[in-house]
Nanobody, 124 residues
Framework: QAQLAESGGGLVQAGGSLSLSCAAS?????????MAWFRQAPGKEREFVAR???????IYGDSVNGRFTISRDNAKNMVYLQMNSLKPEDTAVYYC?????????????????WGQGTQDIVSS
């Protein structure tokens, strides 16, 4: 069974940076799965942030493209999200997710394992 655990959330001022980490564990071959970050703000639906394939090709949501960077370390079973130039609208709970079947990388239903999330707050 797979488990994901996020860390690194916190409070930062607008324009600042945060770095999130996701540790994967359990009986699956981490390097063969695409991994992603989603976020959910209060009262809003879960939103796609970024995805990194097993070949390290990355895709970003429009709202974070150019400011966020996703990366992975297959030797450590880790996924990272570097967030720069943060805005108050980036405030959300950030979730790490493992890809399942399905073609739509931006659809949360296509991910079959989730972490518990880490809260990020960006003050204006």
């Amino acid at each position: 069974q797979a488990q994901l655990a996020e860390s690194g959330g916190g409070l930062v001022q607008a324009g600042g940076s945060l770095s999130l980490s996701c540790a994967a564990s359990g009986t699956f071959t981490f390097s063969t799965y695409a991994m992603a970050w989603f976020r959910q703000a209060p009262g809003k639906e879960r939103e796609f942030v970024a995805r990194i394939g097993y070949s390290v090709a990355a895709i970003y949501g429009d709202s974070v493209n150019g400011r966020f960077t996703i990366s992975r370390d297959n030797a450590k079973n880790m996924v990272y999200l570097q967030m720069n130039s943060l805005k108050p609208e980036d405030t959300a709970v950030y979730y790490c997710a493992r890809s399942g079947s399905g073609s739509y990388y931006y659809d949360a239903d296509n991910y079959n394992c989730w972490g518990q999330g880490t809260q990020d707050i960006v003050s204006s």
